[in-house]
């Protein structure tokens, strides 16, 4: 049944696995070849994708499907002699909808016929611009997602989020009820109008300006394959038989108090 499919869905009993880890091959559209690890986590209805850059970046998604909210750490290393740290650490969230990749049931499932090919996608979905506009309270951000104050311990004071999508979790929780207050507290607005493009700065490493930072998805399961077939009685019948695969970026605009905490914007 499943001879043609790259990815095969296998069927488990309920409950037999919660987690479960896929690793891929990847080939970006620059011709570099890394390896990306998807882990899927059926008990809090999670998937986790991440993948080393050839810089030293290291970059992890995170899908929460029961909050419809994602959130990507990107940690990048420091410029030591330019008096950077050793490393920064920024989260961006934001919404999710839940037909933008497979679930995590369905990632538990998903096995490779062929682990040590090169994986390149079949659908490349562009760039997606996202403005950050919000500062969030990592501590107090449980009330998003429980998932951030663990994930994103280390960027204390550089996790972002669109004031667009605060408000819209406000609105659409039950837990919240409506309550704004509830979120408000965990988030501070940033300065978005008259502040300077940090790659236009000049040499000045001092003055507060916005930054730019593209994260790219190279490879994803973004979907579904339907096969079409007989059961035992002849009658007709789908199945579903592999994933299709995606490509896509993220330009995440965000305020920084200084030019020095991007340097990479030029």
């Not at 497979?102 to 659908?123: F, H």
């Not at 994930?151 to 669109?162: F, H």
């Not at 399961?221 to 002849?234: A, I, M, Q, T, V």
Request: glycine share 6%; charged share 20%; net charge negative.
């Amino acid at each position: 049944m499943y001879s043609l499919c790259i990815f095969l869905l296998v069927s488990f009993s309920v409950n037999t696995f919660s987690t479960a880890q896929l690793v891929v091959n990847v080939k970006t559209q620059g011709g570099e070849v890394f390896k990306e690890t998807i882990t899927a986590n059926i008990s809090d209805d999670s998937v986790v994708l991440e993948f080393p850059q050839s810089d030293g970046t290291y970059v992890t998604q995170l899908i929460d499907f029961k909050q419809e909210l994602q959130i990507f750490k990107v940690i990048v290393l420091g410029e030591e002699e330019l008096g950077q740290s050793q490393f920064q650490v920024m989260c961006f969230i934001m919404r999710f909808f839940k037909n933008n990749f497979i679930s995590s049931d369905a990632m538990s499932k998903l096995r490779q016929k062929n682990p040590g090919t090169v994986r390149s996608p079949e659908e490349d979905r562009g760039t997606e611009e996202v403005e950050m506009d919000v500062s969030v309270d990592v501590a107090g951000a449980g009330i998003l997602s429980p998932h951030i104050p663990h994930m994103c311990a280390l960027a204390s004071t550089s996790t972002y989020a669109s004031d667009r999508d605060i408000k819209l979790w406000a609105t659409q929780r039950r837990e919240l009820d409506g309550d704004w207050s509830l979120v408000s507290d965990a988030t501070h607005h940033l300065p978005t109008r008259g502040v300077a493009r940090c790659a236009d700065g000049g040499r000045d490493l001092s003055s507060p300006c916005a930054c730019h930072y593209q994260v790219c998805i190279a490879w994803y399961p973004c979907g579904l394959k339907y096969c079409k077939g007989r059961d035992n009685s002849g009658k007709a019948v789908s199945y579903r038989c592999g994933i299709r695969t995606c490509r896509k970026c993220r330009n995440f605009s965000y305020f920084v108090p200084q030019r020095q905490l991007c340097l990479w914007d030029d």
